[in-house]
């Protein structure tokens, strides 16, 4: 009884404004750059270059003396008071079945797709909470230049050229709409170090994907207070771009895991979005994550290695796994 008891508190904890029980961190004015990529290649599976095969982002993120009146209203009628701030980024991404040495590509693996977006970002943080509503719209298809990117990369280092493009998924525009609260939960203290835990509820609506998203980190290190974890290439477990260092020298490792219920994927199913190579996804998506953040100099270094269950029927190798290196700099 006590155990639901307390669940039912913090789920009615979750439909509070964050300002009804937090108080608001310090005005920051600094604006942050990111620039971040994910790479299968950085995997201890045998096969590498295949499923979600990179990602890149750059991105900007406001001080919070810089957003306009209209969405700052926004934000305080969805959450309550709050430090606010705004992002624009730009991602791009490469989905590329396991077997890239045939043309056409294996109708029973995933299809070849790239991801184009520009992703526009409110969020509102409080001591303990972050709240992010995103906007994001772009092509999925030849348009994305996915197929360039990765056949002159090959060429730079070597690699052969991968042979199935030619059947990726056409042309079509994507958006997507994603509303994310992340909460920071102090645990303990102990010889100069704490100890938080970060359990997060994203959900994520258009004709890219829809899906829901429950995840949890937990940190160890000193100055945790300086973030909400390390960021992410959507979907995933991200902490968001913006940081405050509160201490001189912040650091901390982590381990996190999250569960997704997928409704649709637009590069794996077809629709009435769109025709040509599909797979049958799974609608239950799990990702296990761990890795460090470094903050110095008005800097942040962060790594995340990412473990993914599999997203559709017949997926092969096991966990699909690929590393997560971001960099983001306070001006």
């Known amino acids: 009884m006590l155990r639901r008891t307390r669940l039912f508190a913090l789920a009615a904890a979750a439909m509070l404004p964050a300002s009804a029980a937090m108080a608001d961190p310090k005005p920051d004015t600094a604006n942050i750059w990111t620039l971040q990529d994910e790479n299968a290649s950085i995997s201890a599976g045998d096969i590498t270059d295949r499923l979600y095969t990179n990602g890149l982002k750059l991105g900007w993120t406001s001080g919070t003396d810089q957003v306009p009146d209209v969405v700052a209203r926004l934000g305080r009628s969805l959450w309550g008071e709050g430090l606010q701030r705004v992002g624009i980024s730009l991602t ?74 030619g059947s990726q998924i056409d042309n079509t525009f994507a958006f997507q709409v994603l509303h ?12 100069g170090l704490e100890t938080d835990a970060l359990p997060a509820l994203t959900v994520g609506i258009g004709n890219l994907r829809d899906y829901a998203q429950v995840g ?12 909400f974890g390390v960021p992410r290439v959507r979907p995933g477990l ?94």
């Open 92 to 165: 791009q991404q490469i989905y590329t079945p396991t077997n890239t040495d045939i043309s056409p590509a294996d109708p029973h693996d995933r299809p070849y797709a790239g991801v184009l977006l520009a992703n526009f970002s409110l969020l509102s943080d409080t001591d303990d909470t972050r709240s992010v509503l995103g906007v994001s719209l772009g092509i999925v298809g030849p348009g994305s230049g996915a197929e360039a990117l990765q056949n002159a990369f090959h060429g730079v280092i070597g690699q052969g050229r991968n042979q199935g493009w």
């Open 180 to 191: 994310e609260r992340t909460w920071r939960l102090p645990i303990a203290q102990f010889a």
């Open 216 to 227: 949890v980190s937990f940190r160890l290190g000193q100055g945790l207070d300086s973030d």
């Open 238 to 331: 991200s902490g968001g771009d913006a940081f405050t260092p509160t201490r001189p020298f912040a650091w901390y490792v982590f381990a996190g895991a999250n569960g997704q219920a997928v409704a649709y994927d637009l590069l794996l199913t077809q629709s009435v979005f769109r025709g040509g190579p599909h797979v049958s996804p799974v609608w239950d998506v799990g990702e296990m994550q761990a890795g460090f953040a470094v903050m110095a100099y008005g800097m942040r270094l962060t790594f995340a290695y990412v473990a993914q269950t599999q997203e559709f029927h017949g997926q092969s190798g096991g966990l699909h796994q690929f590393g997560s290196a971001a960099l983001s700099v306070r001006f």
